[in-house]
C-alpha cells in the first residue's frame, strides 16, 4: 500500500490544505480570532481523545490541567519576567509532574469513580487558582504578556493563526504516529478488555498513566498558548464547565478518532457564534447536544458517518 | 521437573469454596486437560493459576519459582499465556492488531520513536504486521486480518483469541474452553490447531466440555468436582474411573434433590 | 469558645441534611439501576427556583412548595424516560456524559425561565434566632433537620415494608430475577428517579430560605452530594446520610477554624482521599468481577 494513499497521510494532507486555504474565507481578525480558538480546542480535544476514545479512561477535569498551563507561564512570566519560552516548558514540566503523581492513584479507579477523581482534581485546582489572589489575580484574572521567541514577538490574530495551525497539524500528527504503535495500540488493548491486555504482556497501569499525561501536556501547552494569545486569563478556564465543554467535543466528534476530535472541537467552537442572539439558550443546546449524541450516536460524528460510508459500499 | 505445579491452592469466594485444597502438576510438552461439571472450579483454577485471582491459601510454582499472587502481566513475562471462556476479544481494533498486541512483550515499546514515527519505529511496525500475519495464516484466519474484530463470527474470534495467545510466544499455553460453542466441524479444526500447537513444544493446558475433544488429545487430564481433585491421569484411567462417571452422570452417593 | 463550636456544628449539621438528602436521591437512583445521576443536583435546584418563582405568583408557600415538589418529580421520571432509558444498555462513561448533559440541559432551561439571579425564600417559622449555649441557631434549621429526619423514616418504611419498596431494592440486587418475578423494572427506573427528583426538590425548598438558589446552584450541591454519597459508600441509604451529615461538618469546621476560602474544596479533598484509600466508603459493598 502505497505510503501516499493512506488514509492518515489524506487526512493529514486534507487537513494541512484547509488550514492554509481557510485565510481566504476570513474576512477579518473575529474570524481569525474563531479559527485560532477552534486550533486550540482541537489540539486539546486531540489529546484528550486518546485518552476517553482510544483507552477508554475518562476524565472530566482536564481544563484544570489547561488552566494551570495558562496560569503558569502567566505567572512566571507577568510577575516574576521570565521569558515565555522558559515558562512554557517549566509549566508544562510542572503539570506533567503533577500528572503523573495524580495519575497512578486516579487510575487505578474506574468508571463513576474515575470520573469523580478527575471531576475533583479539576475542581480543586480552580478553586486554588480563585483563591490564591496575590499569585494569580483571584477570579478577575490576570494580564499575561505576549509570547516572544528569542526577541521576536508573537502579536496578532494572522501570525497566531499560522502557529496554531502548524501545530494542529503536529499535533494530529503525533496522535496518529502514536495510535498505530505499540505503545498506541497497547493503548487501545486496555480500553478493549483491560485483563486481556495484561495476559498479554501489557503493564495497562503505565500505559493509562502515559496517556493520561501526554494528554494533560496537550492542554497545558495549549493553556500557556492561549494566555499569551489573549493576553489575559481567567480561573474559568480551569473550571468544570470547561472540562465538560472539552468531553463534548470528543464525544460528538468522536470517541477514537482523532479527526472526529479536531471535527467536535470546531463544531463546538463555532456553535457560540452561530448562536449568538440566542446566547441565552446556549447552555440549554450544549446539555441536549451531549445527551442526544450520546443516545442516539455512541460513537461520534466521525466514526458513525465513516461506518454508514462503508456500508453503502460493502 | 515440572513446569506448573500447584500446592495447596484454595480459594473461596463468599462462603463457597470454589478451590479447595488443590494439588496438581504440568509436565512440559504435553496436552493436558481440566475437566470436571459445571461449577466444579475449572475457569477459578484457570483464574488462580493466571492470577486473576488471588489464592486464599497456597503456592503455584512455575519451573521451579514461585508465582503466587504474581499479576497476569508478571506471568505473561514468565511465558504463560491464556485465552478466555468469555471471548476477551479487544472488539476496537482490527482482528490483526489483536494478534500484534499479543506480541507486545516482544516489540520495541519506546515511546518517542514511536511518537516521532522514526525509521526504527516504521521497521519494527512493518515486521510485526508479518509476524503477526504469518501467525494468522497458521491459525487459518489470515484473510480476516484488516477486518474489525467486532464484525467477526464466532468461530473466528475463538482461533482469533488462540493467535493472539500464541503470539506472546509462550511456554505454557492455557485455553479455557477454547470448542466453546463452536459446531463439528469447527472443533475439528481447533483440535488439529491444538496438536500442531503442542508440537513446536508450547505446553498446553486446557478446560473443556467436549469430552471426545479432551479424550482424543489429551495425555494427561484432571479431573476437578466441588473445587477438589477427583481423579488425574491419562484418558483411559479417568474413562474407567467410576468416582468420575458418578460425578458427571450422578450416582448412588447422590440424593434425588441435589444437582 | 465553645459557642463557636456549636455554631459550627449547627451549620455544620444543617448543611449535612441537604447533602444527606440529595445524596439519598443518589443511592436510590444507583441502587435502582446503577446508573449515577449527574442531575441530582437540578433536582434541588428546581425546587428552590420553582417554590420561589410560584411565590411571587402569588402562590401560598406550603402549595408552592408542593407544586415545586411535584414539578421536579415530573421533570425527574421524564429524564429517566427520555435520556436513561433509550440509552440503557450502553457502558458507564456514556451514561455519565448523558446525565451530564441532563444537568447541563435543566440548568440551561433554568436559566432562560428563571435568569441569572439570586433568589431567597422566606423563613418557614420566622427568622428569630434561638440561642443555645452561646450559639446562634436559626429557626431554619430546625425546619432543615426535622424534615430530614421524616423523610428518612419515611423512606425507611417505604424500603423495608412496601412492596414496591422492595421491589425496587430487588431490581438492584438482580435485574434478571427480579422482572422474572414480574416487576416492572422500567418502572422502577421511573419511581427511583422520580423520588431522588422529589427528595431533591424538598432539600431545595427547605434549604432555600437559609442560603438561597438561583440556576447554578445545582452544579456544586449535586457534586457535594454526590461527594457524601460516595464517602458513605454508593448504594447505602445509612452511608448516604452519615456520609453527608461527615461532608456538611467537615465543611463546616474547615470554614470556621482554617480558612472560609477553601470550604468548597474540602468535598474534593475528601473524595479524592476517600477513592485513593477506601473507594467503597465507610458502608459500601465490594464488586468482583466475573471473567
Known sequence: MSVWASPRTGGLAALAAVIVLLPLFLPNNYYYDVAIHMGVNAIVVVGLNLLIGYAGQISLGHAGFFGLGAYSSGILTANYGWSPVLALIIGVLGVSVLAYLVARPILRLRGHYLAMATLGLGIIIAIVLNTEEGLTGGPDGMVVPPFSLFGWELYGERTWYWVVGALLVFAVWLALNIIDSPVGRAMRAVHGSEVAAQVAGVDTTHYKVMVFVMSAIFAAVMGSLTAHYAGFITPASASFLHSIEFVTMVVLGGMASVFGAVVGAVILTLLPQLLSGFEDYEMAVFGLILMLTMIFMPKGLVPTILARLRRRDS | MSLLQVEGLSKTFGGVHAVEGLSYSVEPGKIHAIIGPNGAGKTTLFNLITGIYQPGSGHIYLKGQSITGLSPHALAQRGMSRTFQNLQIFFNMSAIENVMVGMHMHLDTRFLPALFRLPAAIRGERACRAAALELMEHTGIARYADTSADGLPYGILKRLEIARALAAKPSLLLLDEPAAGLNPSETAEIDSLIQQIAETGTTVVLVEHDMKLVMGISAHILVLDYGKKLAEGTPDEIRANPGVVAAYLGGEEKGPDEP | ?291
Do not use: C
Not at chain 3, 422529589?198 to 438558589?213: E, H, K, Q, Y
Not at chain 3, 450541591?221 to 456520609?243: D, M, Q, R, T, Y
Not at chain 3, 468535598?267 to 459500601?284: H, M, Q, S, T
Open chain 3, 1 to 291: 469558645m465553645f459557642g463557636e463550636f456549636l455554631q459550627y456544628l449547627s451549620t455544620g449539621i444543617t448543611v449535612g441534611a441537604t447533602y444527606a438528602l440529595v445524596a439519598l436521591g443518589f443511592a436510590i437512583i444507583y441502587n435502582a439501576s446503577h446508573v449515577i445521576n449527574f442531575a441530582q443536583g437540578e433536582f434541588v435546584m428546581i425546587g428552590g427556583m420553582a417554590t420561589v418563582f410560584l411565590l411571587a405568583a402569588g402562590v401560598p408557600l406550603p402549595l408552592a412548595i408542593l407544586l415545586a415538589v411535584v414539578g421536579a418529580t415530573a421533570v425527574g421520571v421524564l429524564v429517566a424516560r427520555l435520556a436513561i432509558e433509550p440509552a440503557k444498555d450502553a457502558a458507564i462513561v456514556p451514561l455519565i456524559i448523558i446525565t451530564i448533559g441532563a444537568s447541563i440541559f435543566l440548568r440551561g432551561v433554568a436559566q432562560v425561565i428563571w435568569g441569572k439571579e439570586f433568589h431567597a425564600l422566606p423563613s418557614f417559622s420566622g427568622d428569630v434566632p434561638i440561642q443555645l449555649g452561646g450559639a446562634t441557631i436559626l429557626p431554619q434549621s430546625l425546619w432543615v433537620l426535622g424534615v430530614t429526619v421524616a423523610i428518612v423514616f419515611a423512606l425507611a418504611y417505604f424500603f423495608n415494608r412496601t412492596i414496591f419498596g422492595k421491589a425496587i431494592l430487588g431490581t438492584a440486587y438482580n435485574r434478571l430475577a427480579a422482572q422474572l418475578v414480574g416487576v416492572n423494572t422500567r418502572s422502577v427506573l421511573r419511581v427511583s428517579f422520580g423520588l431522588s427528583a422529589m427528595l431533591g426538590a424538598v432539600a431545595g425548598a427547605i434549604i432555600t430560605p437559609i442560603s438561597f438558589t438561583s440556576y447554578d446552584v445545582g452544579i456544586m450541591l449535586g457534586l457535594k452530594g454526590f461527594v457524601a454519597a460516595v464517602l458513605g459508600g454508593l448504594g447505602s441509604g445509612l452511608g448516604a446520610i452519615i456520609g453527608g451529615l461527615i461532608l456538611g461538618l467537615a465543611e463546616s469546621f474547615t470554614a470556621g477554624y482554617l480558612s472560609s476560602n477553601y470550604k468548597d474544596a474540602v468535598p474534593f479533598v475528601l473524595i479524592l482521599l476517600i477513592l485513593f484509600f477506601r473507594p467503597n466508603g465507610l458502608f459500601g459493598k465490594r464488586d468482583t468481577e466475573r471473567v
